[in-house]
């Protein structure tokens, strides 16, 4: 087991003889990590998609990982007969890519802005670009489809981070 370090804060009893922080001040532990407070978590690279479930609750891709989450998701199941992915109510922040390769961030999000919707129907290998709630653009293949609200379909996601500008 490593050793704690001996600086001025073990000395002041910030560490414990095992290596554990104390709870003695969020700037203390936070400079004991070496971590800035104010610092985001990482998001998923191009080229590393996670798996999501889109059913009759979809996922909030701005977390990391995505998840489902019942209040506050990016896209849900629409309809069944045809199967159908919506949008949050109330906005157009979906399209369907029908390029030929996987679409750039940029592409993706040209398209949403230009061509945005609703509701789009789906079916296996079905591309589709979204924005998010937090403003990142992401791009879902749909890998499987049924007719459950409560299983719903699944989907290879990849969330960029926001474009500066």
Not at 16 to 27: D, E, F, I, L, S
Not at 123 to 132: D, H, L, M
Not at 145 to 153: H, N, Y
Request: proline share 8%.
């Amino acid at each position: 087991m490593p050793r704690p370090r001996q600086g001025a804060a073990y000395r002041r009893g910030a560490v414990h003889r095992r290596g554990h922080r104390r709870q003695v001040g969020t700037a203390l532990a936070v400079k004991l990590a070496g971590a800035r407070p104010d610092a985001q978590e990482p998001r998923p690279r191009r080229g590393h998609p996670r798996i999501v479930r889109i059913a009759e609750s979809g996922p909030q891709l701005d977390k990391n990982p995505p998840a489902l989450d019942p209040y506050h998701w990016d896209v849900s199941l629409g309809l069944i007969d045809p199967v159908r992915i919506s949008a949050r109510f109330g906005t157009t922040d979906l399209a369907v890519w029908t390029g030929h390769t996987m679409p750039k961030q940029k592409e993706c999000a040209d398209l949403v802005s230009m061509q945005g919707q609703f509701m789009a129907p789906v079916t296996v290998g079905t591309v589709v670009c979204v924005k998010t709630q937090g403003g990142r653009t992401a791009v879902l293949t749909i890998t499987s489809v049924t007719d459950d609200f409560s299983t719903g379909l699944t989907a290879q996601a990849t969330v960029w981070s926001k474009q500066s500008g």
